[in-house]
């Protein structure tokens, strides 16, 4: 096939690609984007069997057979609460294909002298490599299989710089070997890529899991453009560089949603640590003003308060999604709907464990997506509101977050529900969240806090929420 | 000289192209975004395939066989999560759920 061809086809696969990731802007449309990215992908598949000549092609089969069926089951039978676990393992599945590619490249060498496919597998090999350590410990703490607070070592910085200059010199000696030397060398970088992936995961844990996820996506795509790189494979390097754009933009949208720097949150894993001594601090600071009341008390208090309102706004946060009370919230926003009242959702973009989790969750429930609204766009609504129903969520309401300065929350966007008239706080108790300040919103006056499992304390609430008002019970 | 231009100039076209059409993606379908570009890195599956067009030793060929399965693992994976989260949205009006969700 004559050359032109040849680029025609990769062209015109790209194009497809970039229409598909381009249909997302409604639900509808990434629905029918995705399909147009997985037909893209398809044809580049045919068109690379069709090329070349493949030598082996019942082993060719049966890998292929193996990876999709694996991939197809698991993705069919996840659970919602489970995607970020397994995009995460699915991250570390793209860096092992682009390491072992550049393995076998690098390997093969003798011909090739190019300096820029050398140095470039080197890269899709240790960023591969690291990729795949990296998400194999951020899946396993998504998956609650690992303890998912960040574990520091001693010297963390340190090991990670010599981790790093280990594997440039393995580089650097690997490029003037062959033979059985170059795959001792090649093992040996391959193997401090993977401890480095380790090292680097371990210490981010908590609210910082969405950044670490979108990261690995950026870095998966850039070991598949190396990997492209190396092969001299159009296709790869653009999809690649898409991949790690993309990657990149989420990244940067989480680590602005909780104003951290993604060096901070990459290379501080302090914020634990600082945190607990500036809690103890404010509690010590802040005696408790709040009305003690029952739960019983707070439980008749607030279904007053919500027959009595007009609009509401339910904040959700992780804790709904553990406490998997998601379909009780849904049921509560319907019954207030059918009520006459409005009933949105606040949404904080690191509400979930990636970006944008919380939409999914809700939307699994069945809430429509017209009703879930993001916070620079609800952020100015809720002095007009009536009612803020906190479910599970506790630093991305924390007024902490804008009123206190040294606090490590400070500076980060929050959604405003101590401005609304009044607050329900459905959380599992009073501790502070993730970030270890503690919330100033449960001494509110206009906060009733009704702690326990979600599923049970929201269920109370739709209780007879359609009655006339009940006369205080005791 | 000329082809390492031209591979830069496909990263850096591609990952302009990419931003500016990704940074218009609400945060509403981050998620289904995330899990479909991840599908997308999968495209190493070329590279893994060619390994297999040329004349390999047996050990390049296990490597080469675990490169195809953990790439098709994900691009496959990656494509039918992601269609199975996109139906899961539902518009007002409630019209026809079209996905039947086994899960819940």
């Excluded at chain 1, 140095?119 to 299989?145: E, H, P, Q, R, Y």
């Excluded at chain 1, 766009?377 to 129903?389: A, C, G, L, P």
Aim: proline letters at 4%; a positive charge.
């Amino acid at each position: 096939m004559s050359s032109w061809i040849t680029t025609l086809f990769d062209l015109s696969i790209i194009v497809l690609l970039l229409v598909g990731i381009s249909q997302f802007r409604t639900p509808r449309g990434a629905r029918l984007g995705n399909t147009t990215a997985a037909t893209a992908l398809l044809l580049a598949i045919l068109l690379v069997l069709y090329r070349n000549h493949i030598l082996d092609p019942a082993l060719l089969a049966l890998a292929l057979l193996v990876g999709s069926s694996i991939g197809a089951l698991i993705a069919l039978r996840a659970t919602m609460i489970q995607i970020p676990a397994m995009v995460a393992f699915q991250h570390g599945a793209g860096g092992v294909a682009a390491c072992t590619i550049s393995l076998v490249e690098l390997t093969r060498g003798g011909a090739s002298t190019n300096i820029v496919e050398e140095v470039s597998g080197f890269l899709g090999l240790v960023i591969g490599a690291a990729t795949f350590s990296g998400s194999m410990v951020a899946s396993g703490k998504l998956a609650a299989k690992l303890r998912q607070t960040p574990s520091m070592l001693p010297g963390h910085n340190w090991i990670l710089l010599f981790l790093l200059a280990a594997i440039t010199g393995f580089c650097v000696f690997g490029s003037t070997t062959a033979g059985f030397a170059l795959w001792v060398t090649l093992g040996c970088a391959l193997g401090a890529s993977i401890l480095l992936g380790l090292v680097f995961a371990m210490r981010i844990g908590g609210a910082d899991m969405p950044v670490l996820i979108s990261f690995l996506n950026a870095t998966a795509g850039l070991a598949a453009a190396f990997c492209g790189i190396v092969i001299q494979n159009r296709l790869l390097i653009a999809c690649g560089a898409t991949v790690a754009a993309s990657g990149s933009i989420l990244t940067a949208a989480m680590c602005k949603a909780m104003n951290r720097s993604l060096i901070k949150v990459l290379a501080s894993g302090k914020s634990v640590a600082r945190a607990g001594t500036d809690a103890t601090a404010v509690v010590a600071a802040a005696p408790a003003k709040r009305v003690e009341r029952t739960y019983a008390e707070a439980l008749v208090a607030a279904k007053e308060v919500l027959r009595q309102a007009k609009s509401v706004i339910i904040i959700p946060g992780y804790g709904m999604a553990l406490a998997r009370a998601q379909f009780q919230v849904a049921a509560l926003a319907t019954r207030l709907e059918q009520l006459g009242k409005s009933a949105t959702f606040a949404i904080h973009p690191v509400a979930g464990r990636m970006p944008g989790h919380m939409h999914v969750l809700l939307a699994e429930a069945d809430v429509e997506y017209e009703k879930l609204r993001d916070m620079e766009d609800v952020n100015s609504v809720f002095e007009q509101t009536d009612v803020v129903i906190v479910v599970g969520a506790c630093d991305v309401v924390n007024p902490a977050a804008v009123k206190m300065p040294d606090t490590p929350i400070s500076g980060m966007p929050i959604l405003n529900a101590h401005k609304a008239r009044h607050v329900l706080v459905c959380n599992l108790d009073g501790r502070p969240g993730y970030s270890g300040v503690p919330n100033p919103l449960y001494d509110e006056p206009a906060t009733l806090l009704l702690f326990g499992d979600a599923n049970v304390t929201v269920t109370d609430l739709l209780q007879n929420l359609e009655s006339a008002p009940e006369m205080p019970a005791k | 000289m000329a082809d390492l231009i031209f591979m830069l100039l496909v990263f850096a076209i591609s990952f302009t192209i990419g931003y500016l059409i990704i940074s218009r993606v609400p945060p509403l379908l981050h998620t289904p975004l995330m899990s479909m570009t991840n599908a997308i890195s999968a495209v190493t599956i070329l590279g893994a395939i060619l390994l297999f067009a040329e004349t390999t030793s047996l050990g390049a060929k296990a490597i080469g066989a675990l490169a195809l399965i953990t790439a098709s693992f994900n691009l496959v994976g990656g494509f039918v999560i992601t269609d199975r989260m996109t139906r899961l949205f539902k518009a007002r009006q409630g019209r026809g759920s079209d996905g039947q969700e086994t899960q819940s």
